[in-house]
Protein backbone atom coordinates (compact mmCIF):
# COMPACT_ATOMS: atom_id res chain seq x y z
CA UNK A 1 0.00 0.00 0.00
CA UNK A 2 1.40 3.49 -0.79
CA UNK A 3 2.39 5.49 2.28
CA UNK A 4 -0.20 8.66 2.79
CA UNK A 5 2.29 10.77 5.06
CA UNK A 6 3.55 13.45 3.79
CA UNK A 7 7.60 13.14 2.78
CA UNK A 8 9.82 15.16 3.93
CA UNK A 9 11.56 18.08 1.53
CA UNK A 10 14.07 17.13 -1.13
CA UNK A 11 12.48 13.63 -0.95
CA UNK A 12 12.85 10.90 -3.90
CA UNK A 13 9.58 8.80 -4.84
CA UNK A 14 9.38 5.26 -3.54
CA UNK A 15 11.88 2.80 -5.53
CA UNK A 16 10.58 -0.25 -6.86
CA UNK A 17 14.12 -2.02 -6.05
CA UNK A 18 15.23 -2.83 -9.31
CA UNK A 19 18.89 -2.84 -10.06
CA UNK A 20 19.41 -3.46 -13.92
CA UNK A 21 16.50 -3.48 -15.18
CA UNK A 22 16.72 -5.63 -17.35
CA UNK A 23 13.39 -7.57 -16.18
CA UNK A 24 11.72 -4.37 -15.98
CA UNK A 25 12.62 -3.77 -19.63
CA UNK A 26 10.83 -7.48 -20.36
CA UNK A 27 8.02 -6.54 -18.31
CA UNK A 28 7.82 -3.03 -19.63
CA UNK A 29 8.05 -4.63 -23.19
CA UNK A 30 5.36 -7.44 -23.29
CA UNK A 31 2.89 -6.30 -20.00
CA UNK A 32 0.41 -3.20 -20.74
CA UNK A 33 -0.60 -3.20 -17.56
CA UNK A 34 2.97 -2.52 -16.39
CA UNK A 35 2.98 0.98 -15.11
CA UNK A 36 -0.55 0.15 -13.45
CA UNK A 37 0.69 -2.23 -11.21
CA UNK A 38 3.71 -0.44 -10.24
CA UNK A 39 1.25 2.56 -9.70
CA UNK A 40 -1.24 0.31 -7.30
CA UNK A 41 1.81 -1.14 -5.35
CA UNK A 42 3.90 2.44 -5.01
CA UNK A 43 1.35 4.94 -5.85
CA UNK A 44 1.05 7.96 -8.36
CA UNK A 45 4.85 8.53 -8.42
CA UNK A 46 7.61 5.67 -8.29
CA UNK A 47 10.94 4.84 -9.32
CA UNK A 48 12.67 2.32 -11.34
CA UNK A 49 15.26 1.01 -13.53
CA UNK A 50 14.64 -0.01 -17.22
CA UNK A 51 17.50 -1.47 -19.12
CA UNK A 52 19.93 0.13 -16.73
CA UNK A 53 18.31 3.47 -16.96
CA UNK A 54 16.93 5.11 -13.63
CA UNK A 55 13.52 6.04 -14.69
CA UNK A 56 10.17 8.10 -12.68
CA UNK A 57 7.17 6.62 -13.83
CA UNK A 58 4.27 9.34 -12.59
CA UNK A 59 0.18 9.18 -13.71
CA UNK A 60 -2.40 11.87 -12.70
CA UNK A 61 -3.53 15.45 -13.34
CA UNK A 62 -1.94 16.68 -10.62
CA UNK A 63 1.59 15.39 -12.41
CA UNK A 64 0.59 16.70 -15.67
CA UNK A 65 0.13 20.08 -13.80
CA UNK A 66 3.73 19.87 -12.24
CA UNK A 67 4.92 18.78 -15.30
CA UNK A 68 3.67 21.97 -17.35
CA UNK A 69 4.16 24.27 -14.80
CA UNK A 70 7.97 23.13 -14.76
CA UNK A 71 8.25 22.58 -18.36
CA UNK A 72 11.74 25.46 -18.56
CA UNK A 73 13.55 22.24 -16.07
CA UNK A 74 12.63 19.66 -18.50
CA UNK A 75 13.87 18.30 -21.64
CA UNK A 76 12.76 15.90 -24.35
CA UNK A 77 14.19 12.60 -24.28
CA UNK A 78 13.28 9.24 -26.29
CA UNK A 79 14.52 5.74 -25.04
CA UNK A 80 17.70 4.53 -27.03
CA UNK A 81 16.18 2.71 -29.30
CA UNK A 82 13.30 5.14 -30.69
CA UNK A 83 16.18 8.12 -30.30
CA UNK A 84 18.46 5.95 -33.05
CA UNK A 85 15.61 4.83 -35.38
CA UNK A 86 14.18 8.88 -35.54
CA UNK A 87 17.87 10.18 -36.20
CA UNK A 88 20.01 12.58 -35.07
CA UNK A 89 18.34 15.89 -36.49
CA UNK A 90 15.14 14.58 -36.04
CA UNK A 91 13.11 17.71 -34.09
CA UNK A 92 12.05 14.76 -31.53
CA UNK A 93 16.13 14.29 -30.26
CA UNK A 94 16.10 18.45 -29.83
CA UNK A 95 15.77 20.69 -27.03
CA UNK A 96 15.81 24.79 -26.75
CA UNK A 97 16.19 26.77 -30.09
CA UNK A 98 16.86 23.97 -32.30
CA UNK A 99 13.70 22.20 -31.54
CA UNK A 100 11.14 25.29 -31.87
CA UNK A 101 13.14 26.57 -34.81
CA UNK A 102 12.52 23.53 -36.88
CA UNK A 103 9.07 23.43 -35.12
CA UNK A 104 8.06 26.73 -36.81
CA UNK A 105 9.21 25.03 -40.26
CA UNK A 106 7.31 21.50 -39.49
CA UNK A 107 4.16 23.65 -38.21
CA UNK A 108 3.46 25.51 -41.53
CA UNK A 109 2.63 21.98 -43.22
CA UNK A 110 -0.38 22.12 -40.36
CA UNK A 111 -1.87 25.71 -40.96
CA UNK A 112 -5.76 25.80 -40.92
CA UNK A 113 -5.72 27.29 -44.77
CA UNK A 114 -2.97 24.33 -45.50
CA UNK A 115 -5.56 21.77 -44.53
CA UNK A 116 -8.13 22.97 -46.02
CA UNK A 117 -6.14 22.46 -48.64
CA UNK A 118 -5.78 19.19 -47.97
CA UNK A 119 -9.37 18.32 -47.45
CA UNK A 120 -10.55 17.06 -50.37
CA UNK A 121 -7.69 14.60 -51.16
CA UNK A 122 -8.16 12.92 -47.28
CA UNK A 123 -12.66 13.05 -49.16
CA UNK A 124 -11.29 11.53 -51.93
CA UNK A 125 -8.77 9.13 -50.43
CA UNK A 126 -12.08 8.40 -47.60
CA UNK A 127 -14.07 7.04 -50.80
CA UNK A 128 -11.26 4.62 -51.74
CA UNK A 129 -11.38 3.01 -48.14
CA UNK A 130 -15.33 2.48 -48.54
CA UNK A 131 -15.39 1.29 -52.01
CA UNK A 132 -12.23 -1.31 -51.42
CA UNK A 133 -13.60 -2.33 -47.94
CA UNK A 134 -17.31 -2.97 -49.28
CA UNK A 135 -15.68 -5.02 -52.14
CA UNK A 136 -13.29 -6.92 -50.29
CA UNK A 137 -13.92 -10.85 -49.24
CA UNK A 138 -14.94 -10.85 -45.56
CA UNK A 139 -13.43 -11.31 -43.17
CA UNK A 140 -11.95 -8.48 -43.72
CA UNK A 141 -8.61 -7.00 -40.90
CA UNK A 142 -9.74 -3.33 -40.61
CA UNK A 143 -6.82 -2.15 -38.69
CA UNK A 144 -4.49 -2.32 -41.82
CA UNK A 145 -6.45 -0.55 -43.80
CA UNK A 146 -6.24 1.97 -41.52
CA UNK A 147 -2.64 2.41 -41.23
CA UNK A 148 -2.67 2.48 -45.09
CA UNK A 149 -4.96 5.47 -45.03
CA UNK A 150 -3.45 7.54 -42.76
CA UNK A 151 -0.45 7.19 -44.39
CA UNK A 152 -2.00 7.74 -47.75
CA UNK A 153 -3.09 11.08 -46.19
CA UNK A 154 0.22 12.29 -44.83
CA UNK A 155 2.28 11.21 -47.67
CA UNK A 156 -0.10 12.54 -50.52
CA UNK A 157 -1.65 14.95 -49.21
CA UNK A 158 0.18 16.87 -46.92
CA UNK A 159 3.60 16.19 -47.81
CA UNK A 160 2.60 15.55 -51.93
CA UNK A 161 5.30 12.57 -52.62
CA UNK A 162 4.78 11.16 -55.42
CA UNK A 163 2.74 7.29 -55.69
CA UNK A 164 5.85 5.46 -56.63
CA UNK A 165 7.79 7.46 -53.83
CA UNK A 166 4.52 6.57 -51.23
CA UNK A 167 5.03 2.66 -52.50
CA UNK A 168 8.57 2.37 -51.85
CA UNK A 169 8.42 3.97 -48.27
CA UNK A 170 5.50 2.25 -46.81
CA UNK A 171 7.05 -1.48 -46.11
CA UNK A 172 10.21 -0.06 -45.00
CA UNK A 173 7.87 2.32 -42.78
CA UNK A 174 6.05 -0.81 -41.40
CA UNK A 175 9.71 -2.61 -40.57
CA UNK A 176 10.76 0.72 -39.21
CA UNK A 177 8.11 0.93 -36.73
CA UNK A 178 8.18 -2.41 -35.70
CA UNK A 179 11.73 -1.80 -34.16
CA UNK A 180 10.50 1.18 -32.34
CA UNK A 181 10.74 0.33 -28.41
CA UNK A 182 12.33 -2.61 -28.93
CA UNK A 183 15.40 -4.28 -26.85
CA UNK A 184 17.86 -1.51 -27.16
CA UNK A 185 20.62 -3.80 -28.64
CA UNK A 186 21.14 -4.43 -32.41
CA UNK A 187 22.07 -8.17 -32.71
CA UNK A 188 21.97 -9.59 -35.94
CA UNK A 189 18.00 -10.05 -37.22
CA UNK A 190 16.64 -8.48 -34.04
CA UNK A 191 13.64 -5.61 -34.67
CA UNK A 192 16.29 -2.99 -33.92
CA UNK A 193 18.57 -4.33 -36.60
CA UNK A 194 16.34 -4.43 -38.65
CA UNK A 195 14.35 -1.45 -38.31
CA UNK A 196 17.76 0.51 -38.30
CA UNK A 197 18.22 -0.82 -41.92
CA UNK A 198 15.08 0.42 -43.08
CA UNK A 199 16.04 3.51 -41.79
CA UNK A 200 19.15 3.64 -43.63
CA UNK A 201 16.92 2.87 -46.60
CA UNK A 202 14.47 5.13 -46.25
CA UNK A 203 16.80 8.09 -45.61
CA UNK A 204 18.67 7.18 -49.00
CA UNK A 205 15.27 7.54 -50.42
CA UNK A 206 13.78 10.29 -48.73
CA UNK A 207 16.88 12.58 -49.77
CA UNK A 208 16.03 11.54 -53.61
CA UNK A 209 12.45 12.56 -52.89
CA UNK A 210 13.98 16.16 -51.38
CA UNK A 211 14.60 18.17 -54.58
CA UNK A 212 10.43 17.57 -55.82
CA UNK A 213 8.87 18.47 -52.64
CA UNK A 214 8.38 21.88 -52.72
CA UNK A 215 6.34 21.93 -49.53
CA UNK A 216 9.01 21.55 -46.98
CA UNK A 217 11.03 24.36 -49.03
CA UNK A 218 8.43 26.23 -48.90
CA UNK A 219 7.77 26.11 -45.16
CA UNK A 220 11.63 26.64 -44.40
CA UNK A 221 11.52 29.70 -46.56
CA UNK A 222 8.58 30.83 -44.29
CA UNK A 223 9.56 30.27 -41.42
CA UNK A 224 12.87 31.95 -42.41
CA UNK A 225 15.65 28.57 -41.86
CA UNK A 226 17.48 27.04 -44.66
CA UNK A 227 18.07 22.98 -43.32
CA UNK A 228 20.30 20.71 -44.81
CA UNK A 229 19.28 17.85 -46.59
CA UNK A 230 19.79 15.27 -44.31
CA UNK A 231 18.02 17.57 -41.41
CA UNK A 232 15.36 17.91 -44.06
CA UNK A 233 15.20 14.05 -44.33
CA UNK A 234 15.35 13.57 -40.49
CA UNK A 235 12.19 15.88 -40.05
CA UNK A 236 10.25 13.86 -43.31
CA UNK A 237 10.64 10.67 -41.23
CA UNK A 238 9.21 12.13 -38.83
CA UNK A 239 6.13 13.25 -40.00
CA UNK A 240 5.90 10.33 -41.82
CA UNK A 241 5.59 8.26 -39.06
CA UNK A 242 3.92 10.44 -36.24
CA UNK A 243 1.38 10.99 -39.39
CA UNK A 244 0.09 7.63 -39.59
CA UNK A 245 0.75 5.26 -36.92
CA UNK A 246 -1.08 7.25 -33.92
CA UNK A 247 -4.18 8.13 -36.15
CA UNK A 248 -4.37 4.88 -37.77
CA UNK A 249 -4.85 3.58 -34.28
CA UNK A 250 -7.21 5.90 -32.95
CA UNK A 251 -9.38 5.02 -36.07
CA UNK A 252 -9.06 1.95 -35.39
CA UNK A 253 -10.19 1.93 -31.41
CA UNK A 254 -12.71 4.30 -32.57
CA UNK A 255 -14.75 1.55 -34.90
CA UNK A 256 -13.93 -1.18 -32.08
CA UNK A 257 -15.46 0.79 -29.10
CA UNK A 258 -18.65 1.71 -31.38
CA UNK A 259 -19.37 -1.96 -32.36
CA UNK A 260 -18.80 -3.36 -28.78
CA UNK A 261 -21.41 -0.21 -27.95
CA UNK A 262 -24.38 -0.24 -29.99
CA UNK A 263 -26.37 2.14 -28.65
CA UNK A 264 -23.58 4.98 -28.53
CA UNK A 265 -23.05 4.16 -32.07
CA UNK A 266 -26.80 4.41 -32.78
CA UNK A 267 -26.54 7.56 -30.99
CA UNK A 268 -23.72 9.11 -33.15
CA UNK A 269 -25.71 7.84 -36.40
CA UNK A 270 -28.58 10.13 -35.41
CA UNK A 271 -26.36 12.92 -35.52
CA UNK A 272 -23.99 11.66 -38.71
CA UNK A 273 -26.85 10.90 -41.05
CA UNK A 274 -27.70 14.87 -41.07
CA UNK A 275 -24.19 15.48 -42.15
CA UNK A 276 -23.69 15.90 -46.03
CA UNK A 277 -21.51 14.58 -48.27
CA UNK A 278 -19.08 15.29 -49.76
CA UNK A 279 -18.25 18.25 -47.36
CA UNK A 280 -17.86 21.13 -48.71
CA UNK A 281 -16.06 24.59 -46.89
CA UNK A 282 -19.58 25.08 -44.32
CA UNK A 283 -19.83 21.37 -43.97
CA UNK A 284 -16.45 21.18 -42.49
CA UNK A 285 -17.25 23.86 -40.36
CA UNK A 286 -20.24 21.82 -39.22
CA UNK A 287 -17.83 18.75 -38.87
CA UNK A 288 -15.71 20.63 -36.38
CA UNK A 289 -18.23 21.39 -34.18
CA UNK A 290 -21.01 18.63 -34.47
CA UNK A 291 -21.32 17.14 -30.45
CA UNK A 292 -21.87 13.89 -30.54
CA UNK A 293 -19.05 13.36 -32.99
CA UNK A 294 -16.27 14.86 -31.39
CA UNK A 295 -17.56 13.54 -27.96
CA UNK A 296 -16.27 9.97 -29.50
CA UNK A 297 -13.17 10.92 -30.70
CA UNK A 298 -12.28 12.60 -27.42
CA UNK A 299 -13.57 9.50 -25.58
CA UNK A 300 -11.47 7.23 -27.92
CA UNK A 301 -8.26 9.31 -27.57
CA UNK A 302 -9.34 9.53 -23.60
CA UNK A 303 -10.03 5.84 -23.10
CA UNK A 304 -6.81 4.50 -25.49
CA UNK A 305 -4.49 7.06 -25.88
CA UNK A 306 -2.01 6.39 -28.63
CA UNK A 307 0.99 7.64 -27.27
CA UNK A 308 0.88 6.21 -23.61
CA UNK A 309 3.72 8.45 -22.32
CA UNK A 310 5.33 11.10 -22.52
CA UNK A 311 9.45 11.09 -21.72
CA UNK A 312 11.07 13.74 -20.25
CA UNK A 313 14.38 14.32 -18.31
CA UNK A 314 15.41 16.65 -15.46
CA UNK A 315 17.58 19.42 -15.67
CA UNK A 316 17.16 20.23 -12.64
CA UNK A 317 15.63 18.96 -9.92
CA UNK A 318 11.84 19.32 -10.16
CA UNK A 319 8.83 18.15 -7.82
CA UNK A 320 6.03 15.38 -8.51
CA UNK A 321 3.46 16.04 -6.30
CA UNK A 322 5.27 15.91 -2.70
CA UNK A 323 8.26 14.27 -4.45
CA UNK A 324 11.55 15.57 -5.57
CA UNK A 325 13.14 14.47 -8.73
CA UNK A 326 16.94 14.35 -8.68
CA UNK A 327 18.65 16.46 -12.26
CA UNK A 328 18.98 14.18 -14.61
CA UNK A 329 16.70 11.16 -14.08
CA UNK A 330 14.01 10.11 -16.88
CA UNK A 331 10.20 11.07 -16.32
CA UNK A 332 7.35 9.27 -17.89
CA UNK A 333 4.43 10.73 -17.45
CA UNK A 334 1.75 7.81 -18.52
CA UNK A 335 -1.23 9.24 -20.40
CA UNK A 336 -3.50 5.69 -20.46
CA UNK A 337 -3.21 5.78 -16.38
CA UNK A 338 -4.12 9.80 -16.20
CA UNK A 339 -6.72 9.55 -18.61
CA UNK A 340 -8.23 6.62 -16.91
CA UNK A 341 -8.28 7.76 -13.37
CA UNK A 342 -11.76 7.43 -11.78
CA UNK A 343 -10.75 10.68 -9.28
CA UNK A 344 -11.07 12.67 -12.31
CA UNK A 345 -13.64 10.81 -14.52
CA UNK A 346 -15.82 8.93 -11.96
CA UNK A 347 -15.80 6.28 -14.07
CA UNK A 348 -12.66 6.07 -16.03
CA UNK A 349 -12.54 2.56 -17.48
CA UNK A 350 -15.53 2.99 -18.70
CA UNK A 351 -16.20 4.12 -22.69
CA UNK A 352 -18.75 6.71 -22.47
CA UNK A 353 -18.33 10.10 -25.15
CA UNK A 354 -21.54 11.61 -23.36
CA UNK A 355 -19.01 12.53 -20.33
CA UNK A 356 -17.35 15.34 -22.55
CA UNK A 357 -20.52 16.84 -22.68
CA UNK A 358 -21.35 17.09 -19.69
CA UNK A 359 -19.50 18.87 -16.68
CA UNK A 360 -15.93 19.07 -17.12
CA UNK A 361 -12.48 16.79 -15.59
CA UNK A 362 -9.67 18.70 -14.62
CA UNK A 363 -8.11 19.81 -18.08
CA UNK A 364 -4.58 18.23 -17.34
CA UNK A 365 -6.42 14.74 -17.02
CA UNK A 366 -7.14 14.51 -20.63
CA UNK A 367 -4.43 15.33 -22.33
CA UNK A 368 -3.80 12.32 -25.77
CA UNK A 369 -1.97 15.13 -27.79
CA UNK A 370 0.43 16.16 -25.08
CA UNK A 371 1.59 19.37 -23.56
CA UNK A 372 3.62 22.48 -24.67
CA UNK A 373 6.61 22.66 -25.67
CA UNK A 374 6.28 19.30 -27.42
CA UNK A 375 2.32 19.13 -28.11
CA UNK A 376 1.45 17.31 -31.35
CA UNK A 377 2.31 19.23 -34.38
CA UNK A 378 -0.22 17.31 -36.26
CA UNK A 379 -3.26 17.43 -33.84
CA UNK A 380 -5.18 19.53 -36.31
CA UNK A 381 -4.12 16.84 -39.15
CA UNK A 382 -5.47 14.23 -36.66
CA UNK A 383 -8.69 15.79 -35.98
CA UNK A 384 -9.81 16.33 -40.04
CA UNK A 385 -8.51 12.92 -40.63
CA UNK A 386 -11.04 11.24 -37.72
CA UNK A 387 -13.73 13.20 -38.18
CA UNK A 388 -13.91 12.86 -42.20
CA UNK A 389 -13.13 9.09 -42.20
CA UNK A 390 -15.54 7.98 -39.47
CA UNK A 391 -18.03 10.14 -41.01
CA UNK A 392 -18.04 8.85 -44.08
CA UNK A 393 -17.39 5.23 -43.16
CA UNK A 394 -20.51 4.83 -40.70
CA UNK A 395 -22.58 6.85 -42.96
CA UNK A 396 -22.45 3.96 -45.97
CA UNK A 397 -21.26 0.88 -44.05
CA UNK A 398 -22.65 -1.54 -41.87
CA UNK A 399 -19.43 -3.55 -39.51
CA UNK A 400 -20.84 -6.71 -37.91
CA UNK A 401 -17.41 -7.98 -35.24
CA UNK A 402 -16.31 -11.16 -36.54
CA UNK A 403 -16.87 -13.15 -33.47
CA UNK A 404 -13.44 -15.59 -31.63
CA UNK A 405 -11.07 -12.69 -32.42
CA UNK A 406 -8.17 -12.00 -30.19
CA UNK A 407 -9.02 -8.49 -29.04
CA UNK A 408 -7.15 -7.82 -26.60
CA UNK A 409 -4.20 -4.84 -27.65
CA UNK A 410 -1.30 -4.67 -28.59
CA UNK A 411 0.33 -1.36 -26.82
CA UNK A 412 3.99 -1.06 -28.52
CA UNK A 413 4.49 1.46 -30.25
CA UNK A 414 0.48 2.28 -31.03
CA UNK A 415 -2.31 0.05 -29.46
CA UNK A 416 -4.35 -2.39 -31.79
CA UNK A 417 -6.35 -5.51 -31.31
CA UNK A 418 -3.66 -8.09 -31.78
CA UNK A 419 -6.53 -9.66 -34.37
CA UNK A 420 -5.96 -6.86 -36.28
CA UNK A 421 -10.19 -6.41 -35.86
CA UNK A 422 -11.53 -8.43 -38.35
CA UNK A 423 -15.23 -7.55 -39.63
CA UNK A 424 -18.21 -8.10 -41.84
CA UNK A 425 -19.08 -5.08 -44.01
CA UNK A 426 -22.47 -4.52 -46.29
CA UNK A 427 -23.27 -1.09 -47.29
CA UNK A 428 -25.84 0.70 -45.53
C1 LIG B 1 -4.63 10.86 -32.93
C2 LIG B 1 -3.48 11.16 -33.45
C3 LIG B 1 -2.30 11.70 -32.69
C4 LIG B 1 -2.01 11.70 -31.34
C5 LIG B 1 -2.86 11.15 -30.21
C6 LIG B 1 -0.71 12.33 -31.19
C7 LIG B 1 -0.10 12.53 -29.96
C8 LIG B 1 1.11 13.17 -29.79
C9 LIG B 1 1.74 13.42 -28.53
C10 LIG B 1 1.20 12.98 -27.17
C11 LIG B 1 2.89 14.09 -28.76
C12 LIG B 1 3.87 14.63 -27.71
C13 LIG B 1 5.02 13.70 -27.45
C14 LIG B 1 5.91 14.24 -26.36
O1 LIG B 1 5.58 15.16 -25.64
O2 LIG B 1 6.99 13.67 -26.19
C15 LIG B 1 3.01 14.26 -30.19
C16 LIG B 1 4.06 14.89 -30.81
C17 LIG B 1 4.15 15.05 -32.18
N1 LIG B 1 3.20 14.73 -33.12
FE1 LIG B 1 1.43 13.82 -32.77
N2 LIG B 1 -0.26 12.71 -32.41
C18 LIG B 1 -1.19 12.36 -33.36
C19 LIG B 1 -1.12 12.59 -34.71
C20 LIG B 1 -0.12 13.28 -35.36
C21 LIG B 1 -0.10 13.60 -36.75
C22 LIG B 1 -1.20 13.29 -37.77
C23 LIG B 1 1.07 14.23 -37.00
C24 LIG B 1 1.51 14.81 -38.31
C25 LIG B 1 2.34 14.38 -39.07
C26 LIG B 1 1.80 14.33 -35.73
C27 LIG B 1 3.04 14.92 -35.56
C28 LIG B 1 3.68 15.07 -34.35
C29 LIG B 1 5.01 15.64 -34.22
C30 LIG B 1 5.89 16.16 -35.34
C31 LIG B 1 5.31 15.62 -32.85
C32 LIG B 1 6.62 16.06 -32.19
C33 LIG B 1 6.46 17.39 -31.50
C34 LIG B 1 7.73 17.83 -30.76
O3 LIG B 1 8.52 16.97 -30.30
O4 LIG B 1 7.90 19.03 -30.62
N3 LIG B 1 1.04 13.73 -34.76
N4 LIG B 1 1.90 13.71 -30.80
Not at 133 to 152: C, D, I, K, T
Not at 171 to 194: H, K, N, V, Y
Not at 339 to 360: I, K, T
Not at 389 to 406: G, K, N
Amino acid sequence: MPDDSPPAPATPPPHTGAVTGVLELLAFLRDPDFAQKRFDRFGDVYETVVAGQPQVFARGADAMADLMRQAAALEGWWPASVSQLLGPFSLANRNGESHLARRRVVGRLFSTAALRACAPGIVRISEGVIDDLAAASPPVALAPRMRAFAFEVIAEEVLTLSPEGRASLFDDFELWTSGLFSFPLALPGSPLARAKAARRRLIRRLLGLLPSLSVLADACDEAGLPLQDPDLADQLLLLLFAGYETTASALTLAVLLLLQHPDTLAWLLEELDTVPWPPDASGLDQLDTLPRLNAVIKEVLRLVPPVGGLFRRAKEPVRLGPWTIAAGRVIQVDLRATQRDDRAFGDGDRFRPERHLEAAAPAAANLPFGVAPRVCLGKPLAELELRLLLTRLLQSLRFRLEPDQDLTLEVIPTPRPRSGLLVRVERR
